[in-house]
């Protein structure tokens, strides 16, 4: 089945140490994008990229890197600048600029708790 | 800066009742709306879209109505089921600038039987 993978479902680490979310997709999208979710907020936009070998900051880049090496894949690294990491991260892709009819598809997102 | 907001943080309905969720947004240059579902702890799911040169669009039980002139978007469902409770968000893209989604903070739907 086409879709968005984004993995592991459940993330913990320590306070301190960098991590990496995966997040793939098969649907031959041209754009990915990463969102940060609070308890009880909407989603605020952490990287986008459009193309390969491109990407550019959202609302909230600050702490984080990304990097798309393949059309498929694009990773998010939470690194310790990062003052609260705890938080539900969601990908999503879409097949270039979105509108209509080409809206965003998500993942199904990664809790990361650290501790 | 602009963003896309909501009026009621929870919405609470008897099952078989219709139900509007309301969004409003800041940005004249939007041109293109999405409402999402988003059940706990799952990624959002596509309920329905319009452009801005719509002012209405019908899905199955869903209905999205856009009000330019007074910047408002509104989610209508009918004959709500136990199914539909979730937190609804609306999202805009625009022409201009950042190629990515802006969402609101949501709405809870809850489904009273």
């Known amino acids: 089945d086409g879709g968005i993978t984004q993995s592991p479902k459940y993330l913990f680490r320590k306070e301190g140490q960098n991590v990496t979310l995966s997040c793939e997709q098969n649907?031959?999208?041209?754009?990915m994008y990463w969102y940060r979710q609070d308890p009880g907020q909407g989603l605020r936009l952490i990287y986008y990229?459009?193309?390969?070998?491109?990407?550019q900051k959202g609302d909230i880049a600050e702490g984080y890197s990304v990097s798309r090496e393949k059309k498929e894949s694009f990773p998010l690294t939470v690194t310790s600048a990062q003052k609260n990491p705890t938080a539900f991260y969601l990908c999503?892709?879409?097949?270039?600029?979105?509108?209509?009819?080409?809206?965003?598809?998500f993942g199904q997102g990664t809790r990361l708790t650290v501790v | 800066g602009e963003s896309v907001g909501l009026h009621l943080p929870t919405l609470s309905v008897q099952e078989g009742d219709n139900s509007i969720i309301n969004c409003a947004y800041s940005?004249?240059?939007?041109?293109?709306f999405i409402w999402y579902k988003q059940e706990s702890g799952k990624g959002p799911q596509f309920i329905i879209d319009?452009?801005?040169?719509?002012d209405k669009r019908q899905g199955q039980r869903v209905t999205v109505l856009l009000n330019k002139t007074v910047k408002h978007l509104s989610l209508q469902i009918a004959a709500t089921q136990p199914g539909d409770s979730a937190v609804y968000f609306c999202?805009?893209?625009?022409?201009?600038?950042?190629?990515?989604?802006?969402f609101g903070s949501g709405t809870r739907l809850q489904v009273q039987p």
């Open positions: 990229s459009q193309i390969v070998n491109d990407f």
């Open positions: 649907l031959n999208h041209d754009a």
């Open positions: 999202a805009e893209n625009r022409v201009t600038g950042r190629r990515a989604l802006t």
């Open positions: 319009i452009r801005s040169n719509m």
């Open positions: 999503a892709s879409s097949i270039g600029q979105i509108s209509s009819p080409y809206e965003a598809f």
């Open positions: 940005n004249s240059a939007s041109d293109y």
